[in-house]
């Protein structure tokens, strides 16, 4: 079973490209074949390797709609050659960008795709209709964000289906967790871009709310790149202006890019994430798995990944004063009693051999319909 993945990416930055090294670990043993169809800039830079293709044209996203839809047609017709050069059994966009492209398939071409929305956009209507379409398969990642898009899950058109996390986090010992008196200061963790819809300021706010002497018992430690895209490169300053503005530096830490989320988190109490409607965070998932608890805004994919209090904390969406309270909460030691192996039991689903088996059926479904009557079974 050959795969292209469309995505656009022009930076390997995580995300989508992070759900796709999973799935490839996980399929293995199925001899499933994974490429990447990625802008032509893209530099690879994590591990473990993937396959690529490469486009002069698409682009995973743009501010501009007009400049999406133009790359997306030129970008069509790239990869339509490319189709006629090499014969994958299914074709699986991921993003905005890739999705008119994929809708083009369908059109022009009447080859079934299969669609999977990593995002809470605005534009519901767009994806409706394209759910809608024949031969075109839409996933979504969590039951909230079909709520969101006016989607119920029909199967063979619409599917709800995890991102997930590598096997190898359900496998990882537990760190051992260290008595409250010798918790000081309280070490907390965010692993992400540093983008503005990730509101990493909303922690640095909830800080300056707090009275010195508790906020002096909390080490906050980011770790992430900046991408490189022009928001992105305007909210890093910014963000670090904020800290020294209100004398954080020593609870607010930027720990850069890395490679190991397991190392990051191990080293940490709680896992943190305060972005609003984060589509299903892989960052967070891993955190459970790994026997962590997690502070997260009560929004998006979270409200289907969380259960507490068994896994953690919940916040109101961009809202500072709520997050300090709970932070406060934290210091208080609630959660001591929080069991790693049930955080671990409540995202197991989410493992990538888990996901890898969902999407298995999905493929199929696709693969015979892109045959005719031909038939195979996807091992």
């Known amino acids: 079973m050959k795969i292209l993945h469309l995505t656009g990416e022009r930076e390997d930055m995580g995300g989508i490209l992070s759900v796709i090294r999973n799935l490839r670990l996980a399929s293995q ?94 534009r519901v209507g767009l994806y409706q209709r394209a759910a809608c379409r024949p031969g075109f398969h839409t996933v979504v990642l969590t039951p909230n964000m079909a709520r969101h898009y006016g989607l119920r899950e029909e199967s063979p058109k619409v599917n709800i289906i995890s991102a997930c996390c590598a096997d190898r986090f359900f496998d990882e010992p ?17 692993v992400g871009n540093i983008m503005r819809w990730k509101n990493w300021h909303l922690i640095v706010q909830a800080l300056a709310q707090m009275p010195e002497a508790e906020r002096r018992q909390i080490e906050f430690s980011h770790w992430g790149p900046t991408p490189g895209d022009s928001d992105s490169q305007k909210y890093d300053p910014e963000l670090r202006q904020l800290v020294r503005q209100h004398d954080l530096e020593n609870e607010f830490l930027f720990r850069g890019p890395t490679h190991s989320v397991a190392d990051c ?95 298995a059926a999905v493929y199929e479904r696709i693969f015979n319909g892109s045959h005719g009557r031909r038939t195979r079974t996807v091992s």
Not at 181 to 187: G, K, N, Q, T, V
């Open 29 to 122: 043993s199925r001899g499933w074949e994974h490429t990447v169809w990625v802008n032509r800039d893209f530099v690879e830079g994590r591990r473990p390797p993937l396959t690529f293709r490469y486009s002069r044209h698409i682009c995973s996203d743009s501010p501009n709609h007009l400049a999406i839809l133009v790359r997306a047609f030129r970008a069509f017709f790239e990869l339509k050659k490319l189709l006629l050069k090499e014969p994958f059994d299914v074709v699986h966009a991921h993003t905005r960008g890739t999705l008119f492209v994929a809708l083009g398939l369908t059109a022009w071409l009447r080859r079934p795709v299969l669609f999977t929305n990593h995002s809470y956009a605005r």
């Open 174 to 190: 537990f760190a051992a967790a260290e008595a409250a008196s010798d918790r000081r200061p309280l070490r907390l963790v965010g």
């Open 265 to 359: 988190v191990r080293q940490a109490d709680w896992f943190v994430l305060p972005s609003t409607n984060e589509p299903c965070s892989v960052a967070l998932i891993e955190a459970l798995a790994l026997g962590r608890p997690a502070l997260v805004s009560a929004s998006g994919g979270n409200l289907d990944i969380m259960s507490p209090p068994t896994t953690g904390l919940l916040f109101e969406p961009d809202n500072a004063v709520d997050l300090a309270d709970k932070l406060r909460l934290v210091l208080k030691s609630e959660g001591s009693s929080l069991r790693p192996e049930a955080m671990r039991e409540a995202v197991r689903l989410r493992s990538a051999s888990n996901v890898v088996a969902r999407y």
